[in-house]
């Protein structure tokens, strides 16, 4: 699949990002908020992929996880309920958008449109995932602490 990512700096020097779709509006988010420096995640995606090492919870930044499973790449908001915030990529395709927002980062800040390629969004990708891995991913963090959050209280007042 493919969508397109634009990056630019507003008038306030603000990183700015629109994105034609559901999963370029993840990777959005991701180098948006939690990828200023681009150094560490590309080391670690390209370090795992090389060594084939299994599955790998790179971490969650801002708002987003980093799953990885040699070399495929699951991206999604660890925040949002919604299933179309998620998108299944090669190393390869994240090391490529990963060179064109450096590139941007580090040039001269003009606007600048790529197009994002990846293998799945939505269910489907973490379907996917989950099924290349071998293993289940559950929920997004913060909703599943929310959730217990919900039970603990529902609990304490003599509910379920």
Not at 23 to 34: E, H, K, P, V
Request: glycine share 8%; proline share 3%; hydrophobic share 35%.
């Amino acid at each position: 699949m493919k969508e397109s990512l634009s990056f630019e700096f507003d008038q306030e020097q603000r990183r700015v990002f629109s994105s034609d779709g559901h999963g370029a509006s993840i990777l959005a988010s991701w180098l948006g908020s939690d990828n200023p420096g681009l150094e560490d995640p590309y080391e670690d995606i390209e370090s795992h992929a090389q060594e084939k090492r299994p599955f790998a919870y790179h971490g969650m930044g801002n708002n987003t996880g980093i799953y990885q499973f040699e070399n495929y790449v699951f991206v999604r908001s660890e925040t949002d309920r919604l299933e179309e915030m998620q998108v299944l990529m090669t190393a390869e395709q994240v090391r490529s958008l990963l060179a064109a927002y450096d590139a941007f980062w580090k040039g001269d800040h003009r606007p600048t449109t790529v197009d994002v390629e990846y293998i799945a969004t939505g269910k489907e990708a973490k379907t996917q995932f989950e099924k290349l891995a071998g293993r289940k991913i559950g929920k997004p963090r913060v909703c599943a602490w929310l959730d217990r959050e919900k039970a603990a209280e529902a609990a304490a007042k003599g509910g379920a």
